[in-house]
């Protein structure tokens, strides 16, 4: 299972927005040069996550793109199913009535995917940028001029 660009990409950005929520609008050129990222593409994302409501944009001078919510209130779940669809081990319909090993499979997919809908839909994106911070051991990244 792994998750398309369009929502790794998503992910990358909204992980952005969060870290500097709720003090900036960012505009899609500059998340696309920090994350290196298509710009044309990301445009396409941010306009879904705008639609999805997690986003708001501003037109203008001091403009761009901003979390709706507070990063405690977004879930991770919430983001890659309004990007993904609902993950899902694999698009298999019930079997019917096949093998027991067939049906075998079918209750194993379902239950990975069960469990990676649980998974995600308890991290949120607060969450998802302690462990950042954490990962990264207090380290900043350093501009210089």
């Known amino acids: 299972m792994r998750l398309s660009k369009r929502t790794e990409y998503g ?14 609008y960012v505009q899609s050129r500059d998340l696309s040069k920090q994350e290196e990222l298509p710009n044309k593409f990301l445009e396409s994302i941010l306009l879904a996550l ?22 405690k209130d977004i879930r991770v779940g919430d983001v890659i ?3 993904e669809g609902r993950l899902s081990a694999r698009d298999d319909e019930t079997p019917q009535e096949r093998s027991p090993g067939e049906i ?16 995600l839909d308890n991290i949120t994106l607060e969450e998802l940028i302690e462990d950042i911070n954490a990962r990264s051991n207090g380290q900043q990244e350093m501009y210089y001029i």
Not at 113 to 119: C, G, I, L, M, S
């Open 104 to 119: 075998a499979v079918h209750l194993i997919n379902q239950r990975l995917t069960d469990a990676t809908d649980k998974v």
């Open 11 to 24: 992910l990358r950005a909204i992980v952005q927005l969060a870290r500097l929520w709720p003090a900036h």
């Open 81 to 83: 199913r309004r990007l």
């Open 50 to 71: 705008r639609r999805g409501g997690f986003l708001e944009s501003k037109v203008g001078s001091g403009g761009g793109y901003r979390l709706t919510k507070a990063p």
